[in-house]
């Protein structure tokens, strides 16, 4: 099954050329900027685990200089890699590309906004992770009622 790189305005796929394709890192800092810099509103929900699997970029999104030719046969990027060649432009004129991969511009405003949603979401998480320990904490035994009651 030929590789369809993600990149959005990219219609590039492995049995086009030589071209190499590169799987998203599984390392989640790195992955997240791959996904920013593609700016595919779409996998933004996705796990590092789950791009890794499915998704690809061409060698075309990378410098020349993250690229290594370790032999003819096997290309690898530097550990350090990240996407940072994309047409975010071509869209616009070619009604056809719009469906196929949603692209996301965001304002400054709507960055901080998702930004501080992020970090409230967080800390209400932690709010509740520690009202839940406080609570086994104070009365362990009801825990351990409940098991025997089922």
């Known amino acids: 099954m030929p590789n369809f790189c993600a990149a959005p305005n990219c219609t590039r796929k492995s049995t086009q050329s030589d071209l ?3 799987r998203f890192p599984r390392d989640p800092a790195r992955c997240q900027k791959w996904v920013e810099n593609c700016r595919r509103a779409d996998l933004e929900d ?5 791009l890794n699997k499915h998704y690809r970029l061409c060698a075309k999104h990378f410098e020349t200089s993250m690229i290594c030719r370790t032999s003819p046969y096997r290309t690898v990027l530097r550990d350090n890699a990240i996407p940072t ?3 975010l432009t071509s869209h616009l004129n070619n009604p056809h590309s719009r469906h196929r991969k949603r692209i996301k511009e965001l304002s400054e405003d709507e960055i901080r906004t998702l ?5 409230d979401e967080n800390s209400e998480q932690e709010q509740k992770h520690k009202e839940t320990n406080n609570s086994n904490a ?3 035994s009801a825990e351990v009622q409940g098991d025997e009651q089922d």
């Open 20 to 22: 190499a394709f590169f």
């Open 46 to 50: 996705k796990t590092p685990d789950q």
């Open 85 to 87: 060649i994309f047409d």
């Open 115 to 119: 930004k501080q949603k992020k970090i």
């Open 138 to 140: 104070q009365n362990p």
